[in-house]
Structures are given as structure tokens and as C-alpha cells.
């Protein structure tokens, strides 16, 4: 097995000469091909442009030039960011018929443009929509720490990819949780940065007032440095977490929490000076209201081409959408001031702390054929329950790092930071604390799994 951990590491080794571009990209493909049968992560490898690519950068720096702080790094996108040349599909047979890319979305080119070659479009659930990356047309996407588990999604192929180790980062989006979920049950870092910070030109939508675009890597640093060359710029000096103020969301975000995780949850809050609890009010309807904003702007988005093309959809994605699409506009308008009234209630905890603190998912990933999960008493869906905490945040378009837990013993399990609109920095210092105390960090896969 090869196994890329780091980014960073890899690019300095390229510029110094310790290897090549060429050599990094084909022996990732390779290794793609080789363990990837297993976990399905990989829909598409872009072998040929991405060594063509490999060659310039390996000339470049022959020429004594510095190709950018990821020099030949390969990388993978969720198949809804646009490759030039490459057919955008967005996970369905709808769109296959398209014509390639003209442009690079805006963050690859950024990518490209800091020396990253793209080498693979990654699985996710049909246009996005669902938790589980279990695909009518490519399969499904297998944990990489327990094949008979969900990667989670609608990212999972990105969260997969990175877990297996087949590559340091991948691009994936967040809709309602579709980095936090998958990046949680994976054991690697996900960032969904501030709504509308990111540029999402070129990026397939699927609810437009609710999409962020965002990174997956293996390494906080990682994390950091494909983030800021997605934004366009470095962030400054993190603050102290000695002057950050932590929070733990209660209520909603303390019940149905599995005990392995609710000890990982106390362990971080201890090491954070004992955080306070933060109630939020109206999280399920929060939640209800972001489950109606995402199916009446997915619906009307796909509505003409259902028209036109409805057999050629998933059945269950076809449905959710159709069924979207016919939401009165009065339940609609009222979810949006729902969403307006709930934001403020989200903005104004911040008044009192930096940080908040919550679960990623209840617990570790489903099995892949369990049905059910128990929330509140009930068995409820598996899968449409992955979401449980990351839904009623995203309506507020703050930031959240999604933190694997180290140290729990079992399955990976992982933590939402949230900070207020901009505040990315704070999240990256607690981050970076949670790090150095042994309390976060990628989750090692099982020697069967490598």
C-alpha cells in the first residue's frame, strides 16, 4: 500500500527534488486502481491530463521556478465541481450527455493555480441529496475503517478517499452536513467554511441560499492551507485559545448522543476550561425548516429537466425532488423566516463565547444494512437521521470544522466547532489545541483496512 498523508510534506519533497510530480500522480492513480475496488470512493481518474499536468510542474521547478505551496499534490473533487474537459455528472446519468468543462470551478483553478493537479471525480449521493453516498449508478461508497459501514454523505466519496489514504485532500460541499457527516464517520478533518466566503462558480447547486463549497484533508495543516487557497487568502495569526471563549450546545445536541461520544464531548469541554452550556431555542424546527428550504430550492431547481428526463433519475432522489418542487410557497416563505428568526438566535449566542461545541452525528457510522437508529425513544431512519445535529446549523451560514475524535477506542466519532461568520481562525486555534492535547486527530485505520 501507498499511503500519502500529508500534502504539505509531499509538495516540499517535490521542490526539493526528493521526488517528482509524475511520480506522485501515477502512483496514486495506481493505488487508486489497486485498493480503491473495495471502498468505491473513485468514479472517474483523469489519468492522462493530470501526468500531463505532473510534467509541467516537475519542468518548472527543473527550471528553478516554485510551482506554489502545493506543487504537484494530487487531489480529488466531488463530482459536482467542473475539470475543464472533464463531463460534470453530479452523481447521475442525467447530466452525462454534457459537454466537458469548459473552465475549471473557481477553487480548483485556485488549487491548480497554487500547484495541485486534479487525478479523480469522487462518489456522492445523486445531486447531492442524501447522508448516506449510496449511489443508484456507481454503488456505494464503503468505510474505509469497517467496509459493512456507510462513509456517510452526500461527500462520502471525498471523506473515503482521504480516510483510505488514497489521497491527502478532496473537495466536497455542504448542504445540510454533506462534509460534517461523512468527515466525522471517516475519521478525517472537514471544513464548512462561512456561507458565501467561497466561491461556488462552477460548483453543480443543489439548494443556492443553503450551499457552501469546502475542503477534506488527513492533517489539520492540510486542512488549513487547502482552505486558505480556496478562499483566496491566508488567514492571520490564529488567536490564543488562552482568550477564546468555549460553549457546548445542550439540549437538542446533548440527547441521543452515543456514551462513547458524550465521554469524548466531556473529555474536550474539561480540556477546554470546563465550557459552558449553550441552549439554542427551536432546534426542531430548525431542523424541519432546513429539510423544506433544501427540498423546495433542489425540487424547483431539477423541476424542468424532471419534466423532461424524470426516468433517468434515481427513483428516491426523483421523488424527494418532485416532491420538493410541489411545496406550497406559503410553507416555504415561512421556513425562510423561520431560518431569518433562528439565525439571529444562533449570532447573538456569540455574544457570549467564540466557540461552540457540539456532536458531529450520534454516534459511529451505520451499519449498511441496518435500517434504523434510535432517536428520542424511536427507530427512526438510519440514514435520513445522519444529520440530526448538522441540519438545524447550517441555516445560520456560520462556519463549523468538523474534528475527529482521537482516543475513543472504537469507529471514528467526531465533533462540530462553530464559530460566528468569519471566524474560521477561531475554529483552526481549538483545532489545533484539541491536536496537541491528544484529543483530536485523524483516525488510524485497522491494519486490515491499509
Not at 455528472?89 to 450527455?97: D, I
Not at 428516491?316 to 418542487?325: I, K, Q
Request: net charge neutral.
Amino acid at each position: 500500500m501507498t499511503e500519502i498523508s500529508s500534502a504539505m510534506r509531499l509538495a516540499a519533497d517535490i521542490r526539493a527534488g526528493h521526488t517528482t510530480a509524475v511520480t506522485a500522480v501515477t502512483t496514486v492513480i495506481a493505488d487508486i486502481e489497486a485498493r480503491d475496488t473495495r471502498i468505491n470512493s473513485v468514479t472517474r481518474i483523469f489519468g492522462p491530463p493530470a501526468v500531463a499536468e505532473a510534467e509541467k510542474i516537475d519542468r518548472r521547478i527543473a527550471a528553478g521556478e516554485d510551482p506554489g505551496p502545493l506543487a504537484g499534490v494530487p487531489f480529488g473533487v466531488k463530482d459536482l465541481f467542473d475539470v475543464v474537459d472533464e463531463v460534470t455528472t453530479a452523481g447521475s446519468v442525467v447530466l452525462r450527455e454534457s459537454r466537458p468543462a469548459t473552465h475549471d470551478a473557481t477553487v480548483v483553478a485556485r488549487l491548480r493555480a497554487a500547484g495541485a493537479i486534479p487525478v479523480a471525480s469522487l462518489n456522492m449521493d445523486e445531486f447531492a441529496y442524501g447522508f448516506a453516498t449510496d449511489n443508484a449508478h456507481h454503488g456505494i461508497t464503503r468505510n474505509p475503517h469497517d467496509l459493512t459501514r456507510l462513509a456517510g454523505g452526500s461527500s462520502g466519496g471525498s471523506a473515503a478517499a482521504v480516510a483510505a489514504g488514497l489521497l491527502p485532500f478532496t473537495l466536497g460541499s455542504d448542504t445540510n452536513g454533506s462534509i460534517r457527516v461523512p468527515a466525522s464517520l471517516c475519521g478525517v478533518w472537514g471544513l464548512k467554511p462561512t456561507f458565501g466566503t467561497v466561491p461556488r462558480d462552477g460548483a453543480y447547486p443543489f439548494a443556492a441560499s443553503l450551499d457552501v463549497v469546502g475542503p477534506f484533508a488527513g492533517t489539520l495543516e492540510d486542512l488549513r492551507l487547502v482552505y486558505e487557497t480556496m478562499y483566496g487568502a491566508a488567514m492571520t495569526d490564529l488567536p490564543s485559545v488562552g482568550t477564546l471563549r468555549v460553549g457546548r450546545l445542550g439540549g437538542w445536541f446533548a440527547n441521543n448522543v452515543s456514551e462513547p461520544l458524550a465521554r469524548a464531548i466531556d473529555a474536550v469541554a474539561a480540556h477546554l476550561g470546563g465550557a459552558e452550556t449553550v441552549q439554542l431555542p427551536e432546534v426542531a424546527r430548525a431542523r424541519a425548516a432546513s429539510f423544506l428550504i433544501t427540498a423546495a430550492e433542489g425540487g424547483n431547481l431539477h423541476l424542468p429537466r424532471l419534466r423532461r428526463h424524470a426516468q433517468q433519475y434515481d427513483p428516491a432522489t426523483r421523488d424527494r425532488l418532485m416532491a420538493g418542487a410541489l411545496l406550497p410557497a406559503t410553507t416555504v416563505i415561512q421556513a425562510h423566516r423561520f431560518r431569518s428568526w433562528f439565525r439571529a438566535q444562533i449570532h447573538a449566542a456569540f455574544s457570549n463565547v467564540d466557540v461552540l461545541i457540539a456532536p458531529a452525528t450520534v454516534g459511529e457510522a451505520p451499519r449498511i444494512d441496518q435500517p434504523t437508529i434510535v432517536v428520542d425513544g424511536q427507530n427512526v431512519s438510519a440514514r435520513a437521521n445522519l444529520g440530526l445535529y448538522t441540519q438545524p446549523l447550517s441555516l445560520a451560514g456560520v462556519p463549523i470544522l468538523s474534528t475527529p475524535l482521537a482516543g475513543t477506542g472504537g469507529l471514528p466519532l467526531g465533533l462540530q466547532l462553530v464559530a460566528a461568520p468569519g471566524r474560521e481562525a477561531a475554529l483552526f486555534a481549538v483545532a489545533a489545541e484539541l491536536e496537541r492535547a491528544g484529543l483530536a486527530g485523524r483516525a488510524p485505520l485497522p491494519a486490515k483496512g491499509r
